[in-house]
């Protein structure tokens, strides 16, 4: 084909401020249906939509693809199913009909047939002949549904989003870029529920920092929305030369867990706007296995996660595990199956395995079973690192503090630095509209390649922070280590420095108190 006829075939790039305003309006005309309450309801009809438009347009080009190279292809979705049956035409069915046909377990469909209606069909997907996109849709629809009322509004939500095309690396980019701050819009919903999300920096500072390599594998079994996976993909592309590491890149590099089903669909997403194919997100608890029976083959080169904490799994759950390492408590339960995860030789580049994953001061003090569970990891791991972060950088979901651990396979512990995560000068606190920010890692950074103690920074004996009773059994490992420097200063300050600085302490809480007063004042209006 002429060069001027693919360019006019070709539909025109969409610019960042054009994209912005379609999802703007197209989340303006959600507002308006009864159906929608919020946010937690917006986005996810959202995705699906965009969901199904991005796969059509994937379609259309391995279609393409597969014509130049004389292969047969066979689609995810048939026939009248795609997008370009039901949607692309804005005169196409609307109102009950369009209603119907998505949420119908047997409807008319739009070329005039019966036959199941969209979610219906998309559900009852399996895999064949090793593609795994089938099983993946599947998964997804299980997992959303339509509440909009309106199919008139319906109708023109799908119009907005027609507008999109998935064909370019330039716009996919921009959407993604899009949609990860509609993912902080929902975080930000969410976080009212009970979910607690890493914030950026912290993300992709766990990944620079544990360094993956092409050819080594990556999981995160709380995948959540793919924040962690999302940066990886991204580390993993800059390394990239060659079509036969673009395949290892895409097909053999990622893995997650997230069994809910609204973090899954857009965690799916998510990883779809960034450039992954085909995500290989497993959509069941990855607590779920014996621990005893994770075996090598289900081992992997790198772990980036921040699990769950503060919550509870049942007893099921808690029956995979050792009878003496049992606890209703997330947080342990997945960091068991971390150590048991991952890989004991060294990685295909010649690394020993590694992770670096989220942990609340809890686990680093917490006795009896999360005793235990530390002196496994000091005992069996090399835990060479406690990044310590500030305060509230979880605000405002949780003020809970946390920190970062960082270990690998390469032997038991001997020493483990400490380094300390200080708050910019002049700050209080993080909250949602100024969060922590990357290259507040900056000294960090320049430590973790020549390490050193100082202000910030101090290193302990590990195995001497297991503590046994008479019958060798262990009662206690603190990890819940304060900085020595900071301790120093405090003890040699002046009685004039202290009061000093407890009369700040108090004019701080006063002034909160103030705050929260005239929020009272002004009333529910």
């Known amino acids: 084909m002429p060069r001027k006829a693919r360019d006019a075939a070709r539909p025109a790039l969409t610019t960042a401020q054009a994209l912005g305003a379609l999802l703007k309006s197209a989340r303006d005309i959600m507002r308006k249906d009864k159906g929608l309450n919020g946010d937690l309801d917006r986005l996810p009809l959202l995705t699906w939509i965009m969901f199904l438009k991005f796969l059509d347009d994937l379609e259309r080009q391995r279609e393409a693809e597969a014509a130049l190279a004389g ?29 119907a046909f998505i949420n119908g377990e047997e409807t008319v469909r739009p070329d005039g047939t019966r036959g199941p209606g969209l979610f219906a069909y998309l559900r009852a997907l399996t895999s064949e002949n090793g593609d795994d996109r089938r099983d993946v849709i599947a998964t997804v629809f ?16 799908i119009d907005k989003v027609n507008g999109i095309h998935f064909t370019s690396s330039e716009e996919l980019h921009t959407l993604g870029a899009l949609y990860e701050s509609m993912l902080r819009e929902m975080r930000d919903a969410a976080g009212d529920s009970g979910e607690f999300y890493t914030p950026r920096a912290v993300v992709r500072l766990m990944v620079q920092v544990t360094d993956p390599r092409l050819g080594e594998t990556v999981l995160d079994p709380a995948a959540g929305t793919g924040g962690f996976l999302v940066e990886a993909f991204a580390h993993l592309s800059a390394q990239v030369r060659t079509v036969a590491e673009r395949k290892v890149l895409q097909q053999r590099s990622l893995f997650g867990c ?39 083959r289900d081992r992997v080169d790198v772990i980036l996660t ?41 990685t295909s580049a010649g ?25 496994d990891l000091l005992e069996q791991f090399n835990l060479h690192t406690v990044l310590r972060l500030p305060e ?34 002049g700050r209080r606190k993080y909250t949602k509209t100024r969060p922590i920010q990357f290259e507040e890692f900056s000294e960090f950074l320049a430590w973790w390649g020549s390490r050193a103690e100082g202000p910030r920074a101090w290193k302990v004996d590990g195995p001497g922070l297991i503590r046994r009773d008479e019958a060798g059994r262990v009662v206690a490992v603190n990890l819940d280590l304060k900085n020595p420097a900071a301790r120093a200063a405090e003890d040699h300050r002046a009685p004039a420095e202290i009061v000093t600085s407890a009369l700040a302490k108090e004019r701080e809480v006063l002034a909160l108190l103030e705050e929260l007063r005239a929020l009272v004042d002004e009333g529910p209006g």
């Open 351 to 375: 690394r020993p395995a590694r992770a670096a994953v989220v942990v609340p001061n809890g686990t680093l003090f917490g006795d009896g079973v999360a005793a235990r569970i530390k002196a």
């Open 392 to 425: 509230g950088v979880f605000a405002p979901y949780t003020d809970i503090p946390t920190n970062v651990i960082f270990f690998d396979t390469s032997g038991p512990t001997r020493e483990i630095w400490f380094y300390e995560q200080p708050l910019p000068e």
């Open 71 to 99: 292969t047969r292809f066979r689609p995810a979705i048939e026939p009248p199913y795609r997008w370009r049956d039901w949607a692309a035409n804005p005169q196409g069915i609307t109102g009950d009909e369009l209603l």
């Open 306 to 346: 921040n699990p769950p904490f503060g919550g509870e799994e049942e007893r099921g759950i808690q029956d995979n595990f050792p009878e003496d390492r049992r606890t209703a408590e997330t947080a342990l339960l997945f960091l068991q199956l971390i150590m048991r995860r991952l890989k004991r030789a060294p």
């Open 142 to 157: 299980r997992g959303v549904d339509n509440r909009m009322r309106s199919g008139y509004l319906l109708r023109d939500v």
């Open 258 to 296: 997230e069994p809910k089903p609204l973090p899954y669909l857009l965690c799916q997403m998510n990883l779809l706007l960034h450039g992954l194919d085909a995500p290989r997100i497993d959509p069941g608890n990855a607590l779920r296995h014996r621990l005893a029976e994770i075996g090598e």
